[in-house]
């Protein structure tokens, strides 16, 4: 059992607590929401703010996802793939700009195959010291073991919802083919991968219920890294045409996309999961570019992700329209957002940044003791 930090949260965080959370108006019992969220973000992974280098490697995908403007059937786009050379570019750009870690993210496209991805891990563990992050959808464990073994650390697949209905509605899959994200998660956890996942708030059909499950399921399955964003719709995709309203719950039982709520969603991950890394999100950021970011570091988030892409292929790569940063480039980003967490109060986070768990923080490893 490791030992319990006396900031562990003393409010009701079973199913019908965390609903009720979820659904509480009242601002004096959010503000003890958001001060407990902070505190145990504060004692358990410390002030230090983590950038992760996101890099999108390709905008291609045969998925049919009915929330993202690259699914597969989407037109217009043009869609693009980095070769490896691009993408240890993009990497160099992270590391010279001081982020500790990259991401490599594109849509589920077999045209980023094994050796693509293994030669691009390999090459940026050879010239940096970064911590690479793969985020490529659901792909074969041949695939998975061999970009481990290339040298990759750590993967994101969100599961998007707990309720296998409602998954089944939004991710139709492809024909034949099961899709079992938990599964997948499991056994790159068995790989060694540290494993990150994530849903979106507010998706049309999403109920508080269902909502409450996906975060004691975040607890349950002892996630490393946990992203949740509100649902932004895109007009390319069935569910940003006005015909997904017929896909919403009724009225008292719909979750909203709002910026409230994701918050709550964030806090409320905090407290469940004292220790993961829970990143401030892009989506969160485009609903509120103002103050978004800060509003989730300051209610249990310590990671943020800014965009290393190259300017010119950010916009084809339009999961949602009107996406934040879009237009800045990656060293304006790293300005603004050093700004951003100084006057917080917070400092950028130093090397890799990976997860620490509370027992191996006795050992004195973590980034808390430095
Ligand atoms: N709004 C917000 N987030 C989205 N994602 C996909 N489409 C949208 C959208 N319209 C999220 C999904 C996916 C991640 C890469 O982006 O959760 O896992
Ligand atoms: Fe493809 Fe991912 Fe978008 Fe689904 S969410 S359509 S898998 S890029
Ligand atoms: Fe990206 Fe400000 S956070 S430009």
Redesign the pocket.
Known sequence: MPFALETETSLNLDHAGICAWLKETDPAALERLWAEADQVRAAHVGDAVHLRGLIEASSHCIQNCL??GLRAPSEGLDRYRMDVGEILACALEARRLGYGSVVIQAGEDPGLTRDHIASAVRIIKQHTPLAVTLSLGERCDEDLRAWREAGADRYLL?F?TSDPVLYRRIHPGLPGVASDRLAQLERMRAMGYEIGT?V?VGIPGQTWDILAADILRFRDFDMDMIGV??????PRTPLGRPEAAALRATPGDQVPNDELTTLKVVALTRLVCPDANIPSTT?LATLDRAHGRELALLRGANVIMPNVTPVEYRARYE??PGKACIHETANACQGCLQGRIQALGRRMGKGPGGRQKADSEMSGSSDLHH
Not at 229 to 234: I, R
């Open positions: 929330y993202c969100r998007e994530g979106m964003g509100p649902f932004l719709p895109s989506a999961i949602y």
